[in-house]
Nanobody, 127 residues
């Protein structure tokens, strides 16, 4: 069982930065692949970024590549998403998720492959 709690969301102007964190409970955090997803009003949830259990492989949606950076600290059971050069279209509720046995980029990008989800943190980017 893994419990996830996101923090760090807020209101920022376009071009600004935010740093999202996801705190995980449980001693098995290091065995899970982790992902960030987002959902804007009226839209489907979409993949943002993912990282394998070791932290050695990272994956990004094309829309955020070069602007967002995902990282993890297995010693501290934390997942981070550094978001730079934010755009109004980045406005959404952001969720972190944990999944076991996600051994490929295709699986890490697939929301239905994840086992546990946080409650989300709102990010609003004004023009």
């Amino acid at each position: 069982q893994v419990q996830l709690a996101e923090s760090g969301g807020g209101l920022v102007q376009a071009g600004g930065s935010l740093r999202l964190s996801c705190a995980a409970s449980g001693r098995t955090f290091s065995t899970y692949a982790m992902g960030w997803f987002r959902q804007a009003p009226g839209k489907e949830r979409e993949f943002v970024a993912g990282i394998n259990w070791t932290g050695g492989n990272t994956y990004y949606a094309d829309s955020v590549k070069g602007r967002f950076t995902i990282s993890r600290d297995n010693a501290k059971n934390t997942l981070t998403l550094q978001m730079n050069s934010l755009k109004p279209e980045d406005t959404a509720n952001y969720y972190c998720a944990a999944g076991r046995y996600l051994t490929s980029g295709d699986l890490i990008r697939r929301d239905r492959a994840y086992d546990y989800w946080g409650q989300g943190t709102q990010v609003t980017v004004s023009a």
